[in-house]
C-alpha cells in the first residue's frame, strides 16, 4: 500500500513535486501537460535533486488525443 502525502501540505508550490511517499521512496508530478520537455525538465529541478534514490513518477491527467 502507499502512504502517499499531498507535499503541497507541507511546502506549497514545491516545483516537480505533488505527491511523495516516504515509505516506499518515490515522489509524483501530476500534470496536464504531457511531453519529453515536461518530464526532462521536471527531472533537472532542484527539489527532485534532493530525493536522490527516489523513483520519479509523472502521471498525466491530459484527455485522450483526437483519433
Do not use: C, P, R
Request: glycine fraction near 2%.
Amino acid at each position: 500500500m502507499w502512504e502517499v502525502k499531498n507535499e503541497n501540505d507541507i511546502q506549497q508550490n514545491v516545483e516537480a513535486i505533488d505527491l511523495i511517499d516516504h515509505t516506499k521512496k518515490f515522489v509524483i508530478q501530476v500534470s496536464a501537460t504531457a511531453s519529453k520537455q515536461k518530464i526532462k525538465s521536471s527531472l533537472s529541478k532542484n527539489s527532485i535533486k534532493k530525493y536522490a534514490g527516489y523513483t520519479f513518477k509523472f502521471i498525466s491527467i491530459a484527455k485522450d488525443a483526437d483519433y
